[in-house]
């Protein structure tokens, strides 16, 4: 892996698939440009879903 970071090396087809598949991606979202816009919409979701927990404690006590 750290040879493939400091490209000392290329990564074979194979390489690829079981890194995808550690990651639990497909090939096409580790080649996709549009990976950060999808971080920020997982991020945006995490706090409405921190704000309705919290709501949901708050009912609850």
Do not use: A, G, Y
Not at 33 to 56: H, N, P, Y
């Amino acid at each position: 892996m750290s040879d493939i970071e400091r490209d000392k090396t290329k990564p074979s087809l194979d390489t690829l698939f079981t890194i995808c598949n550690v990651l639990d991606i497909s090939l096409v979202v580790l080649f996709s440009d549009s990976i950060e816009v999808d971080i920020k919409e997982l991020l945006k979701l995490m706090d409405v879903l921190s704000t309705d927990t919290k709501k949901f404690s708050r009912v609850n006590k």
